[in-house]
């Protein structure tokens, strides 16, 4: 059943506290990732934390490296459905339309972060990727909100496969870059050159 979505409201992330523990166990007890460079994450104040997306647990990946609560923006087709939606919004996720520029979610996102919260957010979009391609073009929004806010990047770079028990998971976060020039489009291929170079080259596919 679909369920109405007001991309005006800002989610409360009381459910957050409760389902990252669970995140945490599950993660670093199944997949073993080695987290580095997670003290760049900023202990306080709005921070814009962007990267590579190759898999859908990717945002569980960059949940356990921060006690901070870290509001993803995800598909709104996710939140078409009654449970999805309670579930997605309890967490404070932001439902954003992939198909046009969605001003609310791109609003809601800068209203998180002029509160001092962090978002999260995967450039690509989509972690559907023509066969050989490594990282996709970025679409604008990181830039757009740190921008538009003067909250920093923090950008990370997933590396390896989610194989249980294998220990070959790991992202790497960057320190904090501010985005203090007007042209979006130079800034936003910085951002994507900063991920891209810390990607390894793929020994093993992901089996999921």
């Not at 994450?41 to 814009?48: D, L, R």
């Not at 904090?176 to 800034?187: H, Q």
């Not at 170079?197 to 093993?204: A, F, S, V, W």
Request: glycine share 8%.
């Amino acid at each position: 059943m679909s369920h109405e979505i007001k991309n005006k409201q800002i989610n409360s992330p009381f459910l957050y506290r409760f389902v990252r523990p669970l995140g945490v166990l599950l993660c670093r007890g199944i997949f073993r990732p080695r987290v580095i460079g997670k003290e760049n994450i900023p202990k306080t104040g709005g921070v814009v934390i962007a990267g590579n997306h190759q898999f859908v647990l990717d945002p569980l990946l960059i949940g356990i490296a921060t006690k901070r609560c870290v509001h993803f923006l995800a598909k709104y087709e996710i939140f078409k459905y009654r449970f999805t939606n309670w579930f997605m919004r309890n967490c404070g996720i932001i439902p954003v339309h992939r198909q046009r520029k969605d001003h609310d979610a791109l609003a809601a996102a800068k209203q998180y972060l002029n509160d001092g919260e962090v978002i999260g957010i995967f450039p690509e979009a989509t972690i559907i990727k023509p066969e050989g391609v490594r990282l996709l073009p970025f679409k604008f929004g990181a830039v757009k909100m740190a921008k538009d806010t003067g909250c920093p990047i923090v950008p990370f770079t997933i590396n390896g496969s989610y194989i249980p028990f294998q220990g070959r998971l790991e992202i790497v976060f960057q320190e904090p870059i501010y985005i203090t020039g007007d042209n979006l489009e130079e800034e936003n291929e910085n951002l994507r050159e900063r991920v891209a170079g810390n990607l390894k080259p793929r020994k093993t596919k992901c089996k999921f």
